[in-house]
């Protein structure tokens, strides 16, 4: 079993978004992490 800590919501960028997109979304809703994926499925 999986004891871990999880966050919700999850935000996500595609692979097209940029760098800028990224800090902006950080920025603004004051997370540090962003799942980036592709086709629905993360990929970093």
């Known amino acids: 079993m999986n ?8 935000f ?3 692979d097209e978004d940029s760098v800028y997109d990224a800090l902006e979304m950080m920025k603004t809703n ?6 980036i994926v ?3 499925k993360p990929i970093g």
């Open 30 to 35: 004051f997370i540090k992490r962003v799942v």
């Open 38 to 40: 592709k086709k629905k």
């Open 3 to 10: 004891n871990g800590v999880y966050s919700f919501p999850v």
């Open 12 to 14: 996500t960028l595609t």
